[in-house]
T-cell receptor
Framework: DAGVIQSPRHEVTEMGQEVTLRCKPI?????LFWYRQTMMRGLELLIY????????DSGMPEDRFSAKMPNASFSTLKIQPSEPRDSAVYFC??????????FGSGTRLTVV | AQSVTQLDSQVPVFEEAPVELRCNYS??????LFWYVQYPNQGLQLLLK??????LVESINGFEAEFNKSQTSFHLRKPSVHISDTAEYFC????????????FGTGTLLAVQP
């Protein structure tokens, strides 16, 4: 298994542009999570899905952030418009039952 | 609500010395506990977990953690560290069940010096 796959690994964009981050979870996992990691705030849970359905999006910072999971093998996190304070490493993770999460390698987003 | 406290943001230690990374949690219900490790520029990797049964759990690379319900702790220990253990370590708690949501601590940087 290739694990959780995130793309791109690095993204540099200008303020005001739309950014789309992508995630392919491990096949068979029924939970998918999006986290954001910064030095100031540590790891923050943004949103998570169960069987492709969003369960808790209370961590999504603003309406500029949106996430979708159109099928069991793909999810996107979109920021529109992006701002410099959105700069962070965004992690996707997937899980089956209670065995902990498997994290992707992350997308390092820099908004200039 | 659950929460996780990692009191030490950074723990410097010399190679081959023992180390303990502290983790305390608060929850009104039974919990499941995890330690994750993050090496530089990488994602988080599961190090070990406590779901039930024996309160002492071990990882394949020499770390161990003990679930102590009375002290609401899940400290991570290693009797002799290596340079390669330098990383950020995160404690996490989950109620499990239908929500399956992990709450992470703020992390402890283990800095192993030669």
């Amino acid at each position: 298994d290739a694990g959780v796959i995130q793309s791109p690994r690095h993204e540099v964009t200008e303020m005001g542009q739309e950014v789309t981050l992508r995630c392919k979870p491990i096949s068979g996992h029924d939970y998918l999570f999006w986290y954001r990691q910064t030095m100031m705030r540590g790891l923050e849970l943004l949103i998570y899905f169960n069987n492709n359905v969003p369960i808790d999006d209370s961590g999504m910072p603003e309406d500029r952030f949106s996430a979708k999971m159109p099928n069991a093998s793909f999810s996107t996190l979109k920021i529109q418009p992006s701002e410099p304070r959105d700069s962070a490493v965004y992690f996707c993770a997937s899980s089956l039952n209670l065995d902990g999460y498997t994290f992707g390698s992350g997308t390092r987003l820099t908004v200039v | 609500a659950q929460s996780v406290t990692q009191l030490d943001s950074q723990v410097p230690v010399f190679e081959e010395a023992p180390v303990e990374l502290r983790c305390n949690y608060s929850s009104s219900v039974s919990v499941y506990l995890f330690w994750y490790v993050q090496y530089p520029n990488q994602g988080l990797q599961l190090l070990l977990k406590y779901l039930s049964g024996s309160t002492l759990v071990e990882s394949i690379n020499g770390f161990e953690a003990e679930f102590n319900k009375s002290q609401t702790s899940f400290h991570l220990r290693k009797p002799s560290v290596h340079i390669s253990d330098t990383a950020e370590y995160f404690c996490a708690v989950s109620k499990g069940g239908a929500t399956n949501k992990l709450i992470f601590g703020t992390g402890t940087l283990l800095a192993v010096q030669p």
